[in-house]
């Protein structure tokens, strides 16, 4: 389906007594009580075959997606009609598709807490989206009281329409992917400078789908300070589902699922890096228990989460043969002069991170962002950067983080999870 079509359905969506019924759940602080294992898992063959029935959540096995792909009919529910199901494919940049099968009341649910984050930034909001969508023609579109932006054009110029469009459709609210936002920011900061148009008065920015770095959170607020700003993570496994409001602590919110945090032995400075755990129980089509999503968190000394990074296929390969997580942290001072970065890796031990600078960098920036690269993989990974204009991105217009070119199944990750 194309984004109208998409957009179409969930208007259908918000019509729906279910959709009301969760709303006003959410908006009253209502826990939506999630069904227990006992009930989640009766008419599922592979608990029922592997005994869950007769443990406590914390005493099942940790489930991965490749516990998962080829098996899907062991974990749908024997009672529910396949062809009454909503079907879904995760990513597959590090192999495989995994399909998850939804109900209908599932899609329903999901659509409630999108809308309640929507909610939180104000009633009556006139959005403008820039989210890797294309316009049926020319560079945005608007149809439905939705402004449509394409991120496949993002320049000086075009931003430059954009702020036009969006005084002209008053547009009170972005929702964007923080690859897009960021290089929006960019070009919006040099026609500002140029004097050539005004801060739109925005109530708020909702970003979803990648990571939103500290950087570019506070890129954002410098340029918008009255609007909130809302960092959405979840995943078509539906799983988790968090949110930060402008630069505060990450919360998942627990009547969506039940979160655990597996410390990953990493850390940065005082902080833990921890994965993200998740079991939900209220998809009854295909209700997920302990499922390791790939995904990662950074945990204070206070045990609040600052950050969510780390994609389920951003891992790279050592020379060891072990596959590790693709997290690195790096300075400010460098950070100050990247715009953008993306890590490919085609052969066992080598990494290439693919840097574009900002106008002004010396030969002493690009080796002290080297430096910050062997400091965070170690001596097991050579790193070398690479001074790029244009980066891979996929199909839906992501920005790819890491681009994977190895077979990952090839390897042996070491990670204890059931067979």
């Known amino acids: 389906m194309n984004y109208w079509q998409k957009y179409l359905v969930k208007k259908i969506i918000r019509l ?4 009301h019924h969760y709303m006003k759940q959410l908006k009253n602080f209502v826990d939506l009580k999630n069904p227990g294992i006992s009930d989640s898992i009766k008419n599922i063959p592979y608990y029922i075959k592997n005994g869950y029935s007769d443990k406590q959540l914390l005493e099942c096995p940790f489930l991965e997606k490749e516990n998962i792909i080829g098996r ?5 529910s024997s009672n529910i009609n396949k062809r009454f199901l909503i079907q879904v494919s995760t990513s597959g940049s590090t192999g495989p598709s995994l399909i998850v099968y939804k109900t209908v009341d599932e899609i329903i649910r999901e659509e409630a807490f999108i809308q309640y984050v929507f909610s939180l930034i104000g009633k009556n909001l006139r959005i403008a989206v820039l989210r890797g969508n294309r316009p049926s023609s020319g560079i945005y579109e608007f149809r ?6 394409s991120s496949y054009h993002l320049s000086k110029k075009s931003v430059l329409q954009y702020l036009l469009l969006i005084k002209k459709y008053r547009i009170n609210c972005l929702h964007v992917y923080p ?6 920011c960019k070009y919006l900061r040099e026609i500002l400078q140029e004097g050539k148009s005004d801060i739109p008065l925005l109530q708020g920015i909702l970003s979803s789908s990648e990571n939103l770095s500290e950087e570019v959170k506070n890129e954002i607020l410098e340029l918008f300070p009255n609007a909130i700003l809302i960092d959405l993570y979840g995943q078509a496994e539906h799983v988790a589902f968090a949110i930060s ?6 919360q998942f919110n ?4 039940t979160v655990e945090l597996l410390d990953s032995g990493m850390s940065n400075g005082d902080n833990k890096l921890m994965e993200i755990v998740g079991t939900n129980t209220s998809n009854k089509a295909m209700p997920l228990i302990r499922y390791r999503t790939g995904d990662y968190v950074e945990v204070n000394a206070s045990k609040k989460i600052v950050s969510v990074f780390g994609r389920s296929n951003d891992f ?12 690195v942290i790096i300075r400010k001072k460098n950070m100050e002069k990247i715009e953008m970065l993306q890590y490919y890796q085609d052969k066992v031990g080598e990494l290439i991170v693919r840097v574009k600078m900002k106008d002004s960098y010396s030969e002493s920036d690009i080796e002290s962002i080297e430096e910050d690269m062997v400091k965070g993989f170690g001596a097991l990974i050579k790193v070398s950067v690479q001074i790029v204009e244009h980066f891979e991105k996929a199909k ?16 042996n990750n070491n990670r204890q999870v059931m067979n």
């Open 179 to 184: 690859s897009a936002i960021q290089i929006f």
């Open 254 to 257: 627990k009547s969506y699922s």
């Open 16 to 19: 729906t007594p279910r959709y």
């Open 316 to 327: 790279v390969v050592n020379n060891s043969y072990d596959i590790l997580p693709c997290i």
């Open 72 to 76: 899907e009919n062991q974990f749908l």
């Open 144 to 149: 439905f009281g939705h402004l449509l932006l």
């Open 396 to 411: 839906n217009g992501k920005h790819i983080r890491c681009v994977q070119k190895l077979d990952l199944k090839q390897f």
């Open 245 to 250: 409001v402008n630069k505060g602590e990450y």
